[in-house]
């Protein structure tokens, strides 16, 4: 029974750990109380005489603020890793969208000019 208690212990106490929030919500603009709607409270904050800074090292996010309003979002280089990479595959959905469309444009050019060459060698 005590070896099951020290395997179990550890067990739940990783799993206990807050999982880091998600900061695709939290833009330059917001107040302060819609960061910590979207994201929670941070871990420390630090008051620096016209600015505040909010840090959540959980996400590897620091919040910068002016006066009540997000100023920058400030991350380490593993999370500005992450933040690329959704927006590159943002950025290639609108692509992908934006090819679809043309492609579908190119269809209907092209079935007309078919449909103008039929009609123009059968009056012929």
């Known amino acids: 029974m005590k070896r099951l208690f ?6 739940s106490l990783l799993s206990c750990r807050e999982a880091p929030k998600d900061f695709s919500s939290v833009s330059i603009g ?3 109380d819609e960061v910590t709607s979207a994201v929670g409270e941070p871990t420390k904050k630090n008051e620096l005489a016209v600015v505040d800074i909010w840090v959540y090292p959980d996400a590897d996010r620091s919040v910068i603020f002016r006066k009540d309003t ?6 380490s280089s593993e999370a500005r890793i992450d933040s ?4 590159i595959e943002r950025t290639g959905d609108k692509v992908g969208s934006s ?17 103008k060459f039929r009609r123009d060698t059968t009056r012929n």
Not at 84 to 87: D, G, N, R, Y
Not at 99 to 115: A, H, M, V, W
């Open 6 to 11: 020290t395997f179990l212990l550890p067990l």
């Open 30 to 32: 917001m107040t302060k």
């Open 70 to 75: 997000v100023y920058n979002i400030v991350t």
């Open 84 to 87: 690329i990479e959704t927006s």
């Open 99 to 115: 090819l679809n469309r043309l492609g579908d444009s190119l269809e209907r050019t092209g079935q007309q000019i078919k449909d």
